[in-house]
């Protein structure tokens, strides 16, 4: 997709994405044999549910229709959200993925996993998992010590509500 018509597209699409009370977080145009696909990815703090994702779709499809932004050849419209594993770049997502397990890349060539447990505007606080038997560690990162960070997918990680249950039971 051109820069132009990326541009484009944000900027006619972004309002109607804010007003649902959503972020726009990625645009794409991809070709999928004769047809165009229009990936709209969107998300917010609480989260995006299918209803909401249901409304923005609705809210965006008929923009587009009124308009030539997608030109006459044909396309669909997907939208959705971010996926598990997603690439944190604006500290919006960082205060999203609060407890969660990411992979840093450093700038200086390094490596951290580690799960954030808050984040500001300068940077986030993390706890570095101990190894062999070692306590977990706290780590400060500010946003320029970081070249690159990835949410880690967990499949056997226990979250608070099931830890307070089997302390109940």
């Not at 309002?15 to 969107?42: F, N």
């Not at 919006?92 to 992979?103: E, P, Q």
């Not at 101990?130 to 997918?153: C, M, N, S, W, Y």
């Amino acid at each position: 997709m051109s820069t132009t018509q990326s541009e484009r597209l944000r900027e006619l699409l972004e309002p109607l994405v804010t007003s649902q009370g959503l972020d726009l977080e990625e645009i794409a145009v991809d070709s999928v044999g004769r047809k165009r696909v229009l990936r709209v990815v969107v998300d917010s703090d609480t989260g995006a549910d299918l209803d909401r994702i249901a409304d923005v779709s609705r809210a965006l499809s008929a923009k587009l229709d009124e308009t030539d932004a997608m030109g006459d050849q044909a396309y669909d419209l997907e939208v959705g959200t971010p996926g598990a594993e997603r690439l944190l770049t604006e500290p919006r997502h960082y205060r999203r993925a609060v407890d969660r397990l990411v992979k840093f890349q450093l700038a200086d060539g390094g490596e951290v996993v580690a799960r954030i447990l808050g984040t500001d505007h300068e940077g986030v606080d993390l706890e570095v998992p101990g190894v062999k038997g070692r306590k977990a560690t706290h780590r400060r990162l500010d946003f320029p010590e970081i070249a690159k960070a990835r949410v880690q997918v967990e499949f056997n990680r226990k979250d608070k509500k099931d830890m307070k249950e089997e302390e109940e039971a």
